[in-house]
């Protein structure tokens, strides 16, 4: 059983930053087997997207809304995956979902989600 557990969010500022991180467990085998891991958002009434993704060996990829401005990083030892997010805007406020993809079956795991609250 793969499991996926948030933490880092929160209320800020705008012009502020966070770090939002994602933890992944399961048995050793199936960790073995993961592949890319990423960052994805929703905000209310709005439909999920895709913040930033960065397989195990690889380039990382980015919205477009978010270059420059946000960094995703990866600690494979500890299967973890990180989001640095700078100069933060209230446009950035949404539920931020953690996500994972494995191989041999393909599947992608998600995590409960994370809320990032920006005022103006």
């Known amino acids: 059983q793969v499991q996926l557990v948030e933490s880092g969010g929160g209320f800020v500022q705008a012009g502020g930053s966070l770090r939002l991180s994602c933890a992944v467990s399961g048995s050793i085998f199936r960790l073995s087997t993961m592949d890319a891991m990423g960052w994805y958002r929703q905000a209310p009434g709005k439909q999920r997207d895709l913040v930033a993704t960065?397989?195990?060996?690889?380039?990382?990829n980015y919205a477009d809304s978010v270059k420059g401005r946000f960094t995703v990083s990866r600690d494979n030892a500890k299967n973890t995956v990180y989001l640095q997010m700078n100069s933060l805007k209230p446009e950035d406020t949404a539920v931020y979902y953690c996500?994972?993809?494995?191989?041999?079956?393909?599947?992608?795991?998600w995590g409960k989600g994370t809320l990032v609250t920006v005022s103006s």
């Open positions: 960065i397989p195990r060996d690889g380039n990382t």
């Open positions: 996500n994972a993809r494995f191989r041999f079956p393909t599947k992608d795991y």
